[in-house]
């Protein structure tokens, strides 16, 4: 899709990290870096060359033809099975970027074992495609926490991971790719998204069948903050509680 991404002024593009504590906001680590390139060009260290090559550049070859128009902004409709196509590609982008940080991805290696034998979509995964009336053209910002309903700690458990909820939101031309996933039981991010019309765009599970495209609402700059980073206002919401520090993660 890089002919149909900008270019950037310098040839270069920066990123961000930040871990911020959900309830008192203060920042115990932070850092940004600029790097040459575009972030199109950045790669993640996460796939082995077989995986790259075989059944993930399938993924990637079979979505083209119901993509690329979505993403030059071109009028479009598509069908059940396009939209399952491109929710598949997109599940497969967020378990990539997942690993942009490590320890901090959410899907377990089962759901993704499963993901790569026979294309099931993680079961927590909604993905959405959106228009927006943004400037930009290429972006991507990911937030995780981890919540738990009970003092007795997650349900399903976190399998030695350190987050068990994440939000991907990335900007493709006219698309606005957005992956929520939350592995607790009786939650769900939806529930509290008070964006109605953007919650009927779902494509995964299916909400709207055909799609046409482009969609509406086109959202502004505020509407995608808002849905990027919803989750951080859920967990800042008073009846939330802060339940302390981790135990050491076992690197073996």
């Not at 128009?69 to 982008?93: C, F, H, M, S």
């Not at 991507?140 to 981890?146: A, E, K, S």
């Not at 738990?148 to 606005?176: A, C, F, T, Y």
């Not at 991010?189 to 765009?201: K, T």
Request: include cysteine.
């Amino acid at each position: 899709m890089h002919e149909f991404l900008p270019l950037g002024p310098e040839g270069k593009y920066s990123g961000e990290f930040t871990d911020e504590h959900a309830k008192t906001k203060e920042i115990s680590h932070h850092e940004k870096r600029t790097k040459p390139g575009e972030l199109y060009t950045k790669k993640i260290k996460a796939v082995c060359p077989s995986c790259n090559n075989g059944w993930m550049s399938g993924i990637e070859e079979g979505v083209i033809p119901s993509l690329t128009p979505l993403i030059k902004g071109e009028a479009a409709t598509l069908n059940a099975d396009q939209l399952a196509i491109v929710a598949r590609w997109g599940a497969l982008k967020a378990i990539i970027l997942e690993h942009d940080r490590r320890e901090t991805e959410v899907t377990p290696q089962s759901e993704r074992t499963a993901f790569m034998a026979n294309g099931t979509i993680p079961p927590h995964f909604n993905i959405y495609l959106l228009s927006h009336a943004s400037k930009s053209r290429i972006g991507h910002v990911r937030t995780t926490h981890l919540i738990s309903r009970s003092k007795d700690g997650p349900s399903p458990p976190i399998e030695g991971r350190q987050k068990n909820v994440q939000q991907i939101s990335v900007i493709l031309g006219s698309v606005m790719l957005y992956v929520n996933a939350a592995r607790i039981d009786d939650f769900s991010i939806e529930q509290y998204i008070d964006m109605p019309a953007v919650i009927a765009l779902r494509i995964w599970p299916p909400n709207v069948v055909p799609l046409s495209w482009p969609t509406k609402p086109f959202l502004n700059n505020q509407q995608m903050y808002q849905l990027a980073y919803s989750m951080d206002r859920i967990a800042a919401q008073p009846q939330v509680r802060w339940g302390g520090e981790l135990p050491i993660r076992n690197p073996y």
